[in-house]
Structure formats: C-alpha cells, structure tokens
C-alpha cells in the first residue's frame, strides 16, 4: 500500500510489542494506539485477565477505554471493573483499531504470557514498550536489545546499575552495529 495525504503507508509504521497491561500499562496504551506512526501488534502479559488490579477509582480506567474505544458499554474481560491483563490488552487494541481506523487492514493483535516466546516469534516487531514492575526494566531491556529490538521504557531504566549500564552499554552498540552485522 501507498501512503498519500492523511494517510501513513503501513511500511512506514512503527511495529510495537507492548510488555505489562497493568493499570499504568493500559493508561499508557491508549495515547500510542492514537499516534498513526505507531501500530501495536502484540501483548505480553502473564495475567490473562483483570483479576485483582487496582487503580485510583474503580470505574475512572475503565471509562477512559471505553471513550478511546468509542464503546460505552465496553467491559473488561472476568466482569472486573478495573482493566488489565493480555486478553484485556488484545481487545483493547483490536477494538480501537476497528473503531478508530476501520479503512485500515488490521490483521489482529498477538498476545503472549511469556515475553521470551513473544520476542522469539515476533520477527516483523521494531520495537517493544515495556510497562513491567521497575525490578524488570533492566532484564527485559536487554533481552529485547539482544533480539535487535528498539525499546521504549517507562521509568525507571533498572532498579540495579550494572544492569541499567549493561542496557545502556547495549542501545549504544546497536546505535553502531545494526543487530544483523552482530550475529543476533
């Protein structure tokens, strides 16, 4: 396809894994589903569903999906108020997508448990968010680095330094060395 006016071509898009659909994580997720440079093909999260997340107002989290969905009856898989987990983060993206893009192709949105299997099968993805717990920023920055992916970070970049210097140490080489020419 051709991009033209208003429209981005889809080889001109960011492809995104996104990594935690937590409270925080799926708060995040709704201004990247609106930036048209960027298209989230994946989910990795180890809760399937909302089961036991909190948030500052029971119904404030889901009401915000529900706007960006344009679906006012949206519910969050489980019958839980409050939005989270990978089933909940697929139908989230697959959901905005054909309301807020529905001349688009969209072939559907991935979802994993594992974030090792979803970086090992997700060839076509540039790049991952990552919205984990702070204790895993650092490890699955690198492991995303070692398979020649970007990263998006939230804060902080580790909660360890040699781990926050191994992931800075390696964003440099990649700047330098495109993963291709290192053998990953």
Same mark, same amino acid.
């Given at each position: 396809?051709?991009?033209?006016?208003?429209?981005?071509?889809?080889?001109?898009?960011?492809?995104?894994?996104?990594?935690?659909?937590?409270?925080?994580?799926?708060?995040?997720?709704?201004?990247?589903?609106?930036?048209?440079?960027?298209?989230?093909?994946?989910?990795?999260?180890?809760?399937?569903?909302?089961?036991?997340?909190?948030?500052?107002?029971?119904?404030?989290?889901?009401?915000?999906?529900?706007?960006?969905?344009?679906?006012?009856?949206?519910?969050?898989?489980?019958?839980?108020?409050?939005?989270?987990?990978?089933?909940?983060?697929?139908?989230?993206?697959?959901?905005?997508? +054909?309301?807020?893009?529905?001349?688009?192709?969209?072939?559907?949105?991935?979802?994993?448990?594992?974030?090792?299997?979803?970086?090992?099968?997700?060839?076509?993805?540039?790049?991952?968010?990552?919205?984990?717990?702070?204790?895993?920023?650092?490890?699955?920055?690198?492991?995303?680095?070692?398979?020649?992916? %970007?990263?998006?970070? %939230?804060?902080?970049?580790?909660?360890?330094?040699?781990?926050?210097?191994?992931?800075?140490?390696? +964003?440099?080489?990649?700047?330098?060395?495109?993963?291709?020419?290192?053998?990953?």
């Amino acid at each position: 396809m051709l991009g033209g006016p208003g429209y981005i071509a889809p080889s001109d898009k960011i492809t995104l894994g996104y990594i935690g659909i937590g409270t925080q994580g799926v708060r995040e997720l709704l201004p990247l589903l609106a930036n048209t440079q960027i298209q989230v093909t994946s989910v990795c999260d180890p809760n399937k569903t909302a089961n036991g997340y909190k948030d500052w107002s029971k119904e404030g989290l889901r009401n915000e999906v529900r706007k960006a969905i344009k679906n006012p009856n949206w519910t969050p898989g489980g019958n839980y108020s409050i939005p989270g987990g990978r089933d909940n983060g697929k139908e989230i993206v697959e959901s905005y997508y +054909a309301s807020q893009r529905p001349d688009e192709k969209y072939k559907g949105c991935s979802s994993y448990a594992d974030v090792r299997e979803m970086l090992d099968k997700e060839k076509d993805m540039d790049a991952v968010k990552i919205m984990t717990p702070d204790h895993l920023h650092g490890i699955l920055s690198i492991a995303a680095l070692k398979k020649g992916k %970007h990263i998006l970070l %939230h804060k902080p970049l580790s909660n360890r330094l040699l781990e926050g210097k191994k992931v800075i140490e390696m +964003a440099k080489e990649q700047c330098y060395h495109p993963p291709d020419t290192l053998g990953f």
